[in-house]
T-cell receptor, first 113, second 113 residues
Framework: EPEVTQTPSHQVTQMGQEVILRCVPISNHLYFYWYRQILGQKVEFLVSFYNNEISEKSEIFDDQFSVERPDGSNFTLKIRSTKLEDSAMYFC???????????FGPGTRLLVL | AQSVTQPDIHITVSEGASLELRCNYSYGATPYLFWYVQSPGQGLQLLLKYFSGDTLVQGIKGFEAEFKRSQSSFNLRKPSVHWSDAAEYFCAVGAKNNNDMRFGAGTRLTVKP
């Protein structure tokens, strides 16, 4: 069964550093998403991406964040200058079309020191 | 925008007992409703979803949920809980006109032997 994959599974970084989280969505899906989950809190929507552009984003997704689909398979989330409060689990998801079921990857746990 | 409330932060049931996890949503039109399960350190696995049609939906692992429009609820049920069901359960609501899926805060299920 096809699945969403994410790398790395864990990332530790220093405050102020840039990080790139990578995702490989399900191959025939067209919509891609990033969510985050701060430890002990709810899963929060960050951004959705379709046709090589952002379709929706939340108030969390500020100028420090960017997303890109650099090739036909990868979907990345970049945090330009990490802050302590960016420490969280980041989930990638994909869906076949708008408002269809989103399938989630296993997550990348980011720790900012 | 849509929102979800899961009133119970933590529920403990005995193995073999029945289970009901509550979920209430807020959305002006017909919502798309989901239940996801998250085991410790793992990603989000889709249990079941409601888009339209029969209001009682069956999912994996013996779970079912019932959409009640009059009560704005989508409660998750299982007739007999297994120890392996211990996990965090998230209700989520999506909408036809956006990709922003909103999650509840989650309910942590503990199963007593």
């Amino acid at each position: 069964e096809p699945e969403v994959t994410q790398t790395p599974s864990h990332q530790v970084t220093q405050m102020g550093q840039e990080v790139i989280l990578r995702c490989v969505p399900i191959s025939n899906h067209l919509y891609f998403y990033w969510y985050r989950q701060i430890l002990g809190q709810k899963v929060e929507f960050l951004v959705s991406f379709y046709n090589n552009e952002i379709s929706e984003k939340s108030e969390i997704f500020d100028d420090q964040f960017s997303v890109e689909r650099p090739d036909g398979s990868n979907f990345t989330l970049k945090i330009r200058s990490t802050k302590l409060e960016d420490s969280a689990m980041y989930f990638c998801a994909s869906s076949g079309s708008r408002a269809q079921t989103q399938y989630f990857g296993p997550g990348t746990r980011l720790l900012v020191l | 925008a849509q929102s979800v409330t899961q009133p119970d932060i933590h529920i403990t049931v005995s193995e073999g007992a029945s289970l009901e996890l509550r979920c209430n949503y807020s959305y002006g039109a017909t919502p798309y409703l989901f239940w996801y399960v998250q085991s410790p350190g793992q990603g989000l696995q889709l249990l079941l979803k409601y888009f339209s049609g029969d209001t009682l939906v069956q999912g994996i692992k013996g779970f079912e949920a019932e959409f009640k429009r009059s009560q704005s609820s989508f409660n998750l049920r299982k007739p007999s809980v297994h120890w392996s069901d211990a996990a965090e359960y998230f209700c989520a609501v999506g909408a036809k006109n956006n990709n922003d899926m909103r999650f509840g805060a989650g309910t942590r299920l503990t199963v007593k032997p």
